[in-house]
T-cell receptor, first 109, second 115 residues
Framework: GQNIDQPTEMTATEGAIVQINCTYQ??????LFWYQQHAGEAPTFLSY??LDGLEEKGRFSSFLSRSKGYSYLLLKELQMKDSASYLC??????????WGAGTKLIIKP | NAGVTQTPKFRILKIGQSMTLQCTQD?????MYWYRQDPGMGLKLIYY???????DKGEVPNGYNVSRSTTEDFPLRLELAAPSQTSVYFC??????????????FGEGSRLTVL
């Protein structure tokens, strides 16, 4: 079966750096998305990786290793507004999106 | 600058009732999707459409129906509502040449409770 694993919850301090991991086992791979979802709101797009390596976008970076079935989202200079759930989603060989359950990130002052 | 609009935002249904969740997008996207999200779970695909007149089942289609008569509209019909359909429903759209490679744009969600 297809599976995406993310930690259920993480806690970090305002101003610090946090890394949210995502490992996947899917039938084929055509890219990996990260979305942010604030409580009670819709998911919003953060990043898309299809090639190995690091993609940087402001305070957020996303890394992919296809050989290891692994990605991480790196958030720097954490702000209180970064408190949200972060969803990892993989595009499989049939171009279907497989979603992880999400990681709830709690930021403490 | 509407994006994806879905209605209603909240609804309480009695067991056995039926209803339609409306979804409209103004971005001329070819792909549209309906997801449900239960607490602590990932998004589950109910139905999707790759263009007007074409719809396909997702992971959890039972108890639901959809239609796509225009590019803009993708309503989700719940027939004979059951408590298991209590969830938050999200409509989304994307533009992609092949598969959901494009960024998904989500509506604000519809919180449905079946009692």
């Amino acid at each position: 079966g297809q599976n995406i694993d993310q930690p259920t919850e993480m806690t970090a301090t305002e101003g610090a750096i946090v890394q949210i991991n995502c490992t996947y086992q899917t039938s084929g791979f055509n890219g990996l998305f990260w979305y942010q979802q604030h409580a009670g709101e819709a998911p919003t797009f953060l990043s898309y990786n299809v090639l190995d390596g690091l993609e940087e976008k402001g305070r957020f970076s996303s890394f992919l290793s296809r050989s290891k079935g692994y990605s991480y989202l790196l958030l720097k200079e954490l702000q209180m507004k970064d408190s949200a759930s972060y969803l990892c989603a993989v595009v499989d060989s049939n171009y279907q999106l497989i979603w992880g359950a999400g990681t709830k990130l709690i930021i403490k002052p | 600058n509407a994006g994806v609009t879905q209605t209603p935002k909240f609804r309480i249904l009695k067991i056995g009732q039926s209803m339609t969740l409306q979804c409209t997008q103004d971005m001329n996207h070819n792909y549209m999707y309906w997801y449900r999200q239960d607490p602590g779970m990932g998004l589950k695909l109910i139905y999707y459409s790759v263009g007007a007149g074409i719809t396909d089942k997702g992971e959890v289609p039972n108890g639901y129906n959809v239609s796509r008569s225009t590019t803009e509209d993708f309503p989700l019909r719940l027939e004979l509502a059951a408590p298991s359909q209590t969830s938050v429903y999200f409509c989304a759209s994307s533009y992609a040449l092949q598969g959901p490679i494009g960024e998904l744009f989500f509506g604000e969600g519809s919180r449905l409770t079946v009692l």
